[in-house]
């Protein structure tokens, strides 16, 4: 199995910026995507940003494209979230997610992971 640990969340004005941080643990071999995932109070768990581990392509929320950056360090198992221009509507749980069993389903999509972390709360304060 696969642990995930995020950190990094907190409070932050809006216009400020935050890295989140999601260090995987377990069985680390073959991850094929990680993606991050958050959910604000009364809505949807909505999709974030997702990284391919061998590299390639990311992808990224319209609402978040441009302002959030996702990266991974291969070496420490980890995958980050820099997000710039913080606004209230960011306000959530923010929560990493591991493709562990390859599915050819849409790294966008939470039906396309089979790991989760615990998530880190991001604030925004207008």
């Known amino acids: 199995q696969v642990q995930l640990v995020e950190s990094g969340g907190g409070l932050v004005q809006a216009g400020g910026s935050l890295r989140l941080s999601c260090v995987a643990s377990?069985?680390?071999?073959?991850?094929?995507?990680m993606g991050w995932f958050r959910q604000a109070p009364g809505k949807e768990r909505e999709f974030v940003a997702a990284?391919?581990?061998?590299?390639?392509?990311?992808y990224y929320a319209d609402s978040v494209k441009g302002r959030f950056t996702i990266s991974r360090d291969n070496a420490k198992n980890t995958v980050y979230l820099q997000m710039s221009n913080l606004k209230p509507e960011d306000t959530a749980v923010y929560s990493c997610a591991a493709q562990v069993n390859f599915r050819p389903i849409s790294t966008t999509t939470q039906a396309a992971y089979d790991y989760w972390g615990q998530g880190t709360q991001v604030t925004v304060s207008s």
């Open positions: 990284i391919r581990w061998t590299g390639g392509t990311n």
């Open positions: 377990g069985r680390t071999f073959a991850r094929y995507a």
